[in-house]
């Protein structure tokens, strides 16, 4: 099976198995040791598609690992165990383990059974229509809602403001009102694309 893993300076370079290449990782990756089937071109497409699935996640607010697990398990044709992504990705067993039951409650992965295997083993869902409607109503609409009722908090301390509103006080109400209003119109979409999903 054609595998992509990560390789750290500890473990030497070189040596018996052969195929080392020094070349710039994303984040970390110190060096890629490629076994007989991925070719250059697979080997950089991988690696850059697993770096955009972690900065993905970051920008929904998720952990960074979450989304390359995701990346490694869709573009393996084979199902992936938990050591596999360990070893592939460079991340802790604690990391890949949080990622997988995430991923799982979003409906992105399914554990899979490999006959002769003992442990688990898991794919990626390549149904984005039902992993959108899940990260919908568990990571956008809770966070719309925690972010109104902050905002709603601060709008009410401004407006308790004693005194004459001072400059700065002004201009904080009203960047926060235009918050506010982002807000709520980005909470009208979230029903339509619910629906569209």
Request: charged fraction near 30%; hydrophobic fraction near 45%; glycine fraction near 10%.
């Amino acid at each position: 099976m054609a595998r992509i893993r990560a390789w750290s300076k500890r473990n030497g370079g070189g040596g018996a198995g052969g195929g080392f290449e020094k070349r710039a990782c994303p984040r970390g990756w110190e060096r890629l040791k490629i076994q007989n089937v991925l070719n250059d071109v697979e080997s950089a497409v991988w690696r850059d598609f697993v770096d955009l699935g972690g900065r993905a996640a970051l920008r929904l607010g998720l952990a960074r690992s979450l989304g390359q697990v995701y990346a490694a398990l869709y573009l393996s044709p084979e199902p992936l165990g938990l050591e596999d992504l360990v070893r592939d990705l460079g991340i802790s067993k604690g990391n890949a383990s949080m990622s997988l039951r995430r991923l799982g409650e979003f409906g992105a992965v399914e554990r899979v059974w490999v006959s002769g295997e003992r442990r688990d083993f898991w794919q990626a869902r390549d149904d984005f229509r039902r992993v959108l409607h899940h990260v919908l109503a568990t990571v956008l609409k809770p966070r719309l809602v925690s972010t109104a009722h902050q905002l709603e908090t601060m709008q009410t301390a401004l407006k308790k403001g004693e005194g004459p509103a001072s400059a700065r006080l002004v201009f904080m109400k009203k960047r926060i009102e235009k918050l506010q209003a982002a807000r709520k119109k980005l909470g009208a979409v979230v029903p339509i694309l619910e629906k569209v999903l």
